[in-house]
Every structure is written in structure tokens, then in C-alpha cells.
Nanobody, 119 residues
Framework: QVQVVESGGGLVQPGGSLRLSCVAS????????MAWYRQAPGKQRELVAA???????HYPDSMRDRFSISLDNAKNTGYLQVSRLKPEDTATYYC?????????????WGQGTQVTVSS
């Protein structure tokens, strides 16, 4: 089993920056990729960014300018750097880790970290 824990959220002023972290832990697993999603109140969960263990990244067009995802395979830790934050970025940010356990790749979700952008 793989556990996923996000951190780094908080209250940020508009225009500020934030770096979210996601740590995957467990035994006998290998990360194959990681993604960040967000969900604002009353809205559907949406993809923010994704990265494969080899380093390839994917961003929806609307997220390309201000979001940057990275992955430290040695630490099983992923990061989401967010810049020029806007009030509409307020949401719970979730990490999704894809990991291979005994030849089976599964996805694991964290509990989320709240990001609030407000003055």
C-alpha cells in the first residue's frame, strides 16, 4: 500500500507564490508518475499538472503559465510551484501518485491541502 501526503497549502495574498509538496511512502513500490488536481467549492476536480517518472510533463492549456510540476524520484516527492496566485486559484489541491506495487500500477490519492488566495 502507498500513502500520499500533501503539504504546503495556506493563505496567500494575490500575486504571491506557493510550493506544494507531495510525499509518497510505503513499502516495495516504485513511482511511475504524479499529478496534481484541484477542486474548488461547488466545482469539479480538475487536473492542474502531471509528470511521469522519466520527467515528461503535461499541463492543461489554462495551467501552463503559472504552474510548474517537478518530481524527485529518489525522495518519492513531487512538487507543484504556483506563481502569480489569483483568488480563483483558491481550492483544495490533491496529489495523485501512480505507483507500481508487485507489477500492478495503481493510483493513490492524498487528503488534499487547502490553498486560499485572499487579501
Amino acid at each position: 500500500q502507498v500513502q500520499v501526503v500533501e503539504s504546503g497549502g495556506g493563505l496567500v495574498q494575490p500575486g504571491g507564490s506557493l510550493r506544494l509538496s507531495c510525499v509518497a511512502s510505503g513499502s516495495d513500490f516504485r513511482l511511475t508518475g504524479m499529478a496534481w488536481y484541484r477542486q474548488a467549492p461547488g466545482k469539479q476536480r480538475e487536473l492542474v499538472a502531471a509528470i511521469a517518472s522519466g520527467g515528461g510533463t503535461h499541463y492543461p492549456d489554462s495551467m501552463r503559465d503559472r504552474f510548474s510540476i517537478s518530481l524527485d524520484n529518489a525522495k518519492n516527492t513531487g512538487y507543484l510551484q504556483v506563481s502569480r496566485l489569483k483568488p480563483e486559484d483558491t481550492a483544495t489541491y490533491y496529489c495523485n501518485a501512480a505507483a507500481r506495487v508487485r507489477r500492478v500500477v495503481s493510483e493513490y490519492w492524498g487528503q488534499g491541502t487547502q490553498v486560499t488566495v485572499s487579501s
